[in-house]
């Protein structure tokens, strides 16, 4: 805020400076963030436990009893009368009631509602109906258990929680952003809760895990009861229909058919698989048709479709409700158990609510039978003043009334006052006492459910589980994955050049030295004259240093790759012998394969995929009085350790060559390979039929149909 001082005159105003002032805010604008946050999250966003609804979803429902008349209502009309408890807009409880619709639970729906499977939205709210289901009115609404508030302009009253006899929120599920905090409580099968209820009656043990309506295949092992830092992966279910199609049958939730086939589509845009084209059949069951280019494994394009596409995602669970208009984090098993205890503790306030309206009903009607048989309404005809009339029925009553369970009052006497002649000269004494005999049944039976109230709940839950479970059998498939390797199911999309004498690898070196084709996820490895080596991510150009001697595609955790070596330590010191693999490394990092000494040089080097140990011939410079200038290494004698070792002196003398003499075969354990029929293809990470377990000198013998045999190595 700039003031001006009120003297200065027109002169100098111009070469006055404007004075500023800090006014500090006070008052409200302290609050109004906090309100705003505690609002959202108590008003908006977060579930209370005890009843398992958001706030709209609580108007929504609550609004629709007050509509009930057993028929559909448009859902426009109930959205109307909604905002009579709702201070919001139409827009958010339309999409709050859709949702709570598709879910099939509470509402039951007639018109287009959407389509969880495809994403498409639902009809506008005048074209679409709905009615409360019979499950809903089952389990949700008692007035007379219920506590009430005022709505939100005093003009009506709401429930603060409505009486819900089930763990709704774990079986529908729950979403919302707040301000500072968020909730994502995954919905579980109805069944299963039923019985987890049951087992907690019981005192028994119980796990729950997640149930999607849109099926596919889940694994909960990291699942964490529901609480954050839990996470559960969830896969489409895909199955191969030829050599040369797939089809996928069920998504993972929180996709739909549409983003999930953009994905694949992108994926196959960046080359990290390869599909001919997609077919989508989907209708009110998920198919959705990859057709493959020929030459390609089902098996292996399955794999990368969950590594590269959202037909593999992972959901993060995070418990947080509502208790005493506080945020609580806490577990689906601990949910399920208040959420039970609730039940019971309702059913109780129930059955203590019909307890003494039978025993109303039964001081009421052994009155009326003892007010007619006796015909004390004959000794009100001399009294001429009510209260005369009300202390001759009381006087009459009082030989015959020991056997009721209370005093008589004064609204007792009315109400034998109103009965009607009609009523009196057709009175039965039989009928009377059997009515009387009913309900001393009923208060007996309702007696003995208090008295066992255990038992009751569990026999109230197993009652929804035979009226309301069929249809809803779980969906979800339960297993445990194993990861897929990206870098062995990626299709090989590029090419990968060397510039050995430069230092130089990369995909855009395209004059220079081919090496090999591989994936842009790929990890190259590259060996130099000095002993050096260093894995690095594919890129267009690396510098790795001078005089490359090998470059590959690195795998990780690959013991059978054996590197094969001689080194000489420093410019004039000895030489020695190793043989190592590389299974674990710090990317981009320069690892010294020699003892580190300055001028050290590889003297002989080779890379063998199955561990093969070659013979080589040394060569030694003829200085001085040496007798021996040749002999034979055979790397099978040397044993297989870390990088870091420093190996075995072959010799201290000056090396003149080395050259190999005899190739090696495997010195590792036999290797298992199998047989792919649809791409015609050997391999070694399980597809197809298992051909046996081969050693380096073994052989695969092939036959073909016209009768040609011949032997390959494997």
Request: charged share 30%; proline share 3%.
């Amino acid at each position: 805020m700039i003031e001006e001082n009120d003297d200065l005159t027109n002169d100098n105003l111009d070469n006055q400076e404007p004075q500023e002032t800090i006014t500090g805010i006070t008052g409200m604008y302290k609050e109004w963030f906090l309100d705003y946050a505690s609002y959202v999250i108590l008003e908006r966003a977060v579930p209370a436990i005890e009843d398992g609804f958001k706030p709209v979803q609580r108007r929504i429902m609550h609004s629709m009893k007050d509509l009930d008349d057993g028929r559909y209502n448009k859902v426009a009309n109930i959205v109307g009368h909604t905002m009579q408890y709702h201070p919001h807009g139409d827009a958010s409880i339309a999409d709050a009631m859709v949702q709570i619709g598709q879910k099939d639970l509470l509402i039951d729906t007639q018109g287009n509602w959407g389509n969880i499977l495809t994403g498409d939205r639902a009809a506008a709210a005048r074209y679409i109906e709905a009615r409360i289901s019979k499950f809903g009115l089952d389990v949700v609404f008692n007035p007379k258990i219920t506590e009430w508030q005022q709505s939100y302009d005093g003009r009506r009253k709401e429930p603060v929680n409505l009486p819900v006899m089930f763990p709704l929120l774990l079986a529908q599920g729950g979403e919302g952003i707040a301000v500072g905090l968020s909730t994502k409580i995954l919905s579980h099968n109805f069944i299963e809760l039923i019985d987890a209820s049951v087992k907690h009656l019981q005192g028994k043990r119980f796990t729950i895990l997640p149930h999607f309506p849109t099926g596919g295949i889940a694994d909960c092992c990291g699942y964490n009861d529901g609480l954050r830092g839990g996470k559960v992966r969830v896969r489409a279910k895909i199955s191969q229909l030829d050599k040369n199609t797939l089809v996928i049958t069920e998504i993972p939730f929180g996709t739909t058919t549409t983003t999930l086939i953009d994905s694949i589509l992108k994926a196959n845009e960046k080359g990290k698989i390869k599909i001919k084209k997609i077919d989508d059949n989907t209708a009110a069951n998920v198919e959705i048709l990859i057709h493959l280019p020929s030459g390609l494994s089902p098996d292996k394009t399955i794999d990368a479709l969950y590594a590269f596409t959202a037909c593999e995602t992972s959901i993060s669970p995070l418990g947080c409700v509502i208790e005493d208009n506080k945020p609580l984090f806490v577990g689906v098993t601990e949910m399920l158990r208040r959420s039970t205890d609730n039940t019971v503790d309702l059913l109780r306030q129930e059955l203590e609510i019909k307890l003494g309206e039978h025993e109303e009903q039964w001081h009421f009607a052994s009155l009326e039978r003892i007010f007619i048989e006796n015909r004390i309404y004959r000794d009100i005809e001399e009294e001429e003043t009510w209260e005369g009339v009300i202390a001759a029925i009381d006087k009459g009553l009082q030989p015959h009334i020991k056997h009721l369970k209370r005093a008589i009052t004064e609204e007792d006497i009315t109400r034998l006052t109103e009965i009607r002649i009609k009523r009196i000269s057709k009175f039965d004494i039989d009928k009377a006492q059997q009515k009387i005999d009913a309900l001393e049944e009923q208060i007996a039976e309702v007696k003995h459910h208090l008295a066992n109230l255990i038992a009751y709940a569990i026999a109230y839950f197993k009652r929804l589980k035979k009226e309301y479970s069929e249809g809803k059998e779980r969906k979800t498939e339960l297993r445990a994955f194993d990861d897929v390797d990206a870098t062995k199911v990626v299709i090989r999309n590029t090419k990968l050049y060397v510039n050995r004498e430069e230092g130089f690898i990369g995909t855009s070196l395209k004059r220079d030295e081919y090496v090999c084709d591989c994936s842009d996820i790929d990890d190259i490895i590259a060996f130099t004259a000095e002993g050096k080596m260093m894995v690095t991510k594919v890129d267009s150009k690396t510098f790795i240093g001078k005089d490359i001697i090998h470059v590959a595609v690195f795998k990780k955790k690959d013991k059978r790759t054996i590197y094969n070596m001689i080194y000489r330590d420093g410019a004039k010191g000895a030489s020695y012998i190793k043989r190592f693999a590389v299974t674990s490394i710090t990317r981009d990092k320069e690892y010294d394969l020699t003892n580190g000494s300055k001028g050290s040089k590889l003297r002989y080097f080779s890379a063998n995929p199955n561990g093969e140990a070659e013979v080589i011939t040394i060569y030694l410079r003829q200085v001085g009085s040496i007798k021996k200038l040749k002999w034979d290494v055979d790397f099978a004698e040397i044993l297989i350790k870390g990088r870091a070792s420093k190996g075995n002196v072959v010799t201290k003398y000056a090396i003149k060559s080395i050259e190999l003499k005899e190739k090696g075969i495997s010195t590792l354990k036999p290797r298992k390979i199998w047989f792919d029929d649809t791409v015609k293809r050997l391999n070694v990470d399980g597809r197809g039929e298992l051909v046996g377990e081969f050693r380096g000198e073994d052989r695969i013998l092939i036959i073909n149909q016209k009768g040609i045999a011949k032997t390959i190595i494997p």
